[in-house]
């Protein structure tokens, strides 16, 4: 089966801080995603890379980075927090096929800015 | 804006009885998948119905495909308390290339009571 690990389930940080999210993959995915869930909004990508060093911006992408250095790391960064990224935010990678694979995802990091 | 939409957004069933969700979509699809996410985990991939498919079972889900409504729904026969969950419909969109990139609805909240 494939796992895919994020590397906190629960995180604490304070507004202006710069955030680290991890996420690992052992199925030698292509593709990658990082979304946030939040009540009544679903869930929105805001990252996504489809090979090592590649990446894409998704819907939201304003205030976040990410960095794909080796295929089964993808990394999301909040560059200065803020409490609006307080959120559920969920991992999840994928077989580079056209769109017809599901997508594999973490427990998600449930990331509160104070 | 979200690409899939889903009805009801809560539903609530005793046990046994049958539970109906329903999702719509604007665009052309190569597939819809439905994804099941228990509180405060993941999301977990349930079936995929490709755009030529006009039904799919597994188990106990059913789901249907209409592409000239824009519509699926899916079924989850003799519900059980631990059917209690949300659940997600997403869409990948024509041209999207290999990267898998989904489209995912608000979801539907199922309580299945004992």
């Known amino acids: 089966d494939v796992k895919v690990t994020q590397s906190s389930r629960y995180l604490v940080k304070r507004t202006g801080e710069k955030v680290f999210l991890e996420c690992v993959q052992d199925?030698?995915?292509?593709?990658m995603f990082w979304y946030r869930q939040d009540p009544g909004l679903g869930l929105r990508l805001i990252y996504f890379?489809?090979?090592?060093?590649?990446?894409e911006k998704g819907d939201i992408p304003e205030g976040y980075s990410v960095s794909r250095e080796k295929k089964e790391r993808f990394s999301l960064i909040l560059e200065s927090a803020s409490t609006n990224q307080t959120s559920m935010y969920l991992c999840?990678?994928?077989?580079?096929?056209?769109?017809?694979?599901?997508?594999?995802f973490g427990d998600g990091t449930r990331l509160s800015i104070l | 804006s979200q690409q899939g939409e889903e009805d009801p957004q809560a539903l609530s069933i005793q046990e046994g009885e049958n539970a109906t969700m329903n999702c719509s979509y604007k665009?052309?699809?190569?597939?819809l998948q439905w994804y099941r996410q228990n509180s405060g985990r993941g999301l977990v991939h349930l079936i995929l119905?490709?755009?030529?498919?006009r039904e799919k079972h597994s188990g106990r889900l059913r789901v249907t495909l209409d592409t000239s409504k824009k519509s699926s729904s899916l079924l989850i026969t003799a519900s059980r308390a631990a059917d209690t969950a949300s659940y997600f419909c997403?869409?990948?969109?024509?041209?999207?290339?290999?990267?898998?990139?989904?489209?995912f609805g608000q979801g539907t909240t199922l309580q299945v009571k004992p």
């Open positions: 999840a990678s994928s077989k580079p096929t056209q769109g017809s694979q599901p997508q594999h």
């Open positions: 890379s489809y090979d090592v060093k590649m990446k």
């Open positions: 199925m030698d995915h292509e593709n």
């Open positions: 997403a869409t990948d969109a024509k041209g999207s290339g290999n990267t898998g990139k989904l489209i």
């Open positions: 665009t052309s699809i190569n597939n």
């Open positions: 119905i490709r755009s030529n498919e």
